[in-house]
Structures are given as C-alpha cells and as structure tokens.
C-alpha cells in the first residue's frame, strides 16, 4: 500500500540550529509529494511540494527534494526562527487517486 | 481570498444530539475531503467527493454522512453522535489531479459528552 513514515518527534532545537525532519515513502505508483505545516490552533498550510524526482520544492527559507532512488523527501531548514514552532506532516498522492496520505507529523519547538 | 471555511469552530454536544458541521470553499475546487485528526493516529480520511452528487467512503466512515448538492458546499453530518467522535475535523478541497495539494480549512473541535 501507500504510505508515509516521519522522524518521530518531538524535535526541539534553538534557534539559527539547522533543521532536518526525514520523510520516506512506500508507493505502489509514481507520488506527488508534499510538506504540510500546522501552527497552534490552525489547520494545515501547504509548505512546500514536488511533483517529480529529483525536483526541489521550497518556501519560506525550507527545502526538500524527491528522491526517487532513496524515496525520500527531507524537509530542511538552514537557521529556525521561533515563529517556525509548529508540527510538520509529509504527504504524497498518487498519480490517478486524489486521496492525500500523511505521516504522523513531527512536533517542532524552537527556543529562543 | 481563497479560503476552505468551517463552522462551527467549537463544539460540544450530548451523545445522540444530530450535528452539522459545515464546509465551503470559493476556489471552484472539484474535490472536496473530511478529515478527522487523533492523537497517536494522525490524520485520516473520513469522506470525499470527486465533484457535485458523487461522494464514496475514506478509510473511517463510520458514524457519519455526507452530501454534496453544490460544488462549494460538503457538509459532515453526525446523525448519532457518540463520544468517540470526539476529535478535531479538518475539510479540505483541491483541483482535480496529483499535482495541487489541498487547502484546509481552520479546523472544528468536536466534543461528544
């Protein structure tokens, strides 16, 4: 089947540390690949995406890029700011479905 | 402003009580989608609908009910609420296709006493 495995948390880190949360992925056909952010008491923000290997999706200072030959799509960050304290969910859909699978989510504190 | 928006934001209700809880989106999206989200369990699908009259099941259906008679409008319906329904719900919509994602809406908290 399809699914989403994530770096489990929680993460805590200061702030300007160097992010990486892993995401890996098993799927039965060609995925599109996303980063959802939740910030407290809000729904889910697409971060970034990548729709193809090897392309590199990102948005406000995060990356990650497809890789089909580890099926990985890590999201990183050089310098965290406080205000990026939020949980982060990877996801995927697959071609010819439109059902968006998750991971678990990965809590981010950052201290000041 | 392009927006998927939920109502109510809280809830509580008594077990047996009938809810609604209420979906639009102004982006003409086809596909629209209920999630619930647990502790422990992350997100999963309840619902969802490819466009106007057609609706099929998620991966947890059970207990709820949905219609879709307007392409902006797909509201959850709990006809017997009980308290493991208690949960926070997200709907979500997008273009038809692998490549857009989804916007969500702000969330519901449902509490069933």
């Known amino acids: 089947g399809n699914s989403v495995t994530q770096m489990e948390g929680p993460v805590t880190l200061s702030e300007e540390a160097f992010l990486t949360i892993n995401c890996t992925y098993t799927a039965t056909g060609y995925p599109s690949l996303f980063w959802y952010v939740q910030y407290p008491g809000e729904g889910l923000q697409l971060l970034l995406k990548?729709?193809?290997?090897?392309d590199k999706g990102s948005n406000k200072g995060f990356e990650a890029t497809y890789r089909k030959e580890t099926t990985s799509f890590h999201l990183e960050k050089g310098s965290v700011q406080v205000s990026d304290s939020a949980v982060y969910f990877c996801a995927l859909i697959i071609q010819g479905a439109q059902k968006l699978v998750f991971g678990q989510g990965t809590r981010l504190t950052i201290n000041p | 402003e392009a927006q998927v928006t939920q109502n109510p934001r809280y809830l509580i209700t008594v077990t047996g009580k009938k809810l609604t809880v209420t979906c639009s989106q102004n982006?003409?999206?086809?596909?629209m989608s209920w999630y619930r989200q647990d502790p422990g369990l992350g997100l999963r699908q309840i619902y969802y609908s490819m466009n106007v009259e057609v609706t099929d099941k998620g991966d947890v259906p059970e207990g709820y009910k949905v219609s879709r008679k307007e392409k902006r409008n797909f509201p959850l319906i709990l006809e017997s609420p009980s308290p493991n329904q208690t949960s926070l719900y997200f709907c979500?919509?997008?273009?038809?296709?692998?490549?857009?994602?989804?916007?969500f809406g702000s969330g519901t908290r449902l509490t069933v006493v």
């Open positions: 990548a729709t193809k290997a090897d």
């Open positions: 982006m003409n999206h086809e596909y």
């Open positions: 979500a919509s997008s273009l038809v296709g692998t490549g857009f994602g989804y916007t």
